[in-house]
């Protein structure tokens, strides 16, 4: 009797353990998908303040920026996605009638105004129409949580069909590449592994993430010193039941291995946000054309800061090559 109560008392202590440390675990998935997907910046951005910004910090576009204003060149429109959320974008039309078109799509907790530097390029040195949306929970776009580009390339799909539907030629389509920064980039790489209208010609991604389990992985273990296992594991199974995606499932380096159209990808070689080294599966993955540009010592998203007339000729180059094909 007595060795019977004895196994009881290991058996009670050995659950009790167990759900303590599923309540533990939980508790971590849940932090960690909020520290992720809903960081505090990405709402409520003060577009105003947010130009004056990118002006100080990109002096060089501020001359174009302030002309657009004083002619009313930016237009700002909503669209209801899929999932019934209002999504958002500027439209700045070119200098002078044309098709070729630009969709830009910005960064992790970023909105459209902080990808005027690359509207820039296209706008006034190129002479093209832009559009810059602002992703699923970022900027003036409805939602709770983000998406780190994967659900987001549906968001985008229907913006390349809008910019398709206003900006065509004779021809009945528009000229369109596809360009991206850090999780716009991923989100540019998750579009490219799916079937895009003959409108879009090329990709251009900057400073993109393999994969946002890769990702994470890098962060957990650089933020917080923590292995994959087991909250990774957790969290990524919570956001497949909360979102309906998980970290595993967004992987740019799955969709470009589907992609045939030309890719340009861009990396700093200082970077330590989405590390350099994640840029090399990527290249190797996607199957040509294909281009590869690592700028010297520059951290995140800040090679076209360093290294402006290079980077400007890489897109001249490589979107001039392929943008009237």
Not at 23 to 42: H, W
Not at 215 to 234: A, N, R, T
Not at 287 to 313: G, I, M, N, T, W
Request: hydrophobic share 40%; glycine share 8%.
């Amino acid at each position: 009797m007595a060795k019977g109560n004895k196994r009881k008392k290991v058996l009670v202590t050995l659950v009790a353990v167990i759900a303590v440390l599923l309540i533990v675990l939980f508790a971590a998935s849940e932090y960690m998908l909020s520290f992720a997907l809903k960081p505090t910046k990405n709402k409520g951005r003060n577009y105003p303040k947010e130009l004056a910004v990118m002006k100080g910090r990109y002096p060089w576009i501020a001359g174009w920026a302030d002309s657009l204003q004083r002619v009313k060149a930016v237009r700002d429109t909503f669209v209801v996605a899929s999932d019934g959320d209002r999504h958002h974008a500027l439209l700045i039309g070119a200098p002078r009638k044309t098709s070729e078109t630009a969709v830009i799509v910005p960064g992790y907790t970023d909105c459209a105004i902080d990808m005027l530097q690359i509207g820039y390029i296209y706008n006034k040195v190129m002479g093209m129409n832009i559009v810059i949306p602002d992703l699923h929970a970022n900027g003036k776009s409805d939602g709770d949580a983000m998406q780190m580009g994967w659900k987001d390339r549906k968001d985008v799909l229907q913006w390349i069909d809008i910019a398709d539907s206003l900006y065509r030629d004779s021809t009945c389509h528009a000229r369109i590449v596809v360009h991206g920064q850090s999780m716009g980039a991923a989100t540019v790489m998750n579009v490219s592994g799916e079937k895009t209208p003959p409108s879009v010609k090329c990709f251009v991604e900057d400073c993109g993430y393999s994969s946002a389990w890769d990702e994470f992985s890098y962060e957990l273990k650089g933020l917080f010193g923590l292995p994959d296992v087991p909250l990774l594991y957790s969290a990524s199974a919570l956001c497949k039941l909360r979102y309906g995606w998980s970290f595993g499932e967004a992987s740019p380096l799955k969709q470009v291995a589907k992609c045939r159209k030309p890719m340009l990808f861009i990396h700093g070689g200082g970077d330590t946000f989405v590390p350099t080294r994640m840029v090399f599966p990527l290249y190797k993955a996607k199957p040509a054309p294909k281009y590869l540009v690592v700028f010297p010592r520059s951290a995140h998203a800040r090679s076209y800061c360093d290294h402006r007339k290079a980077y400007e000729q890489r897109i001249l180059s490589f979107v001039g090559k392929y943008i009237s094909s």
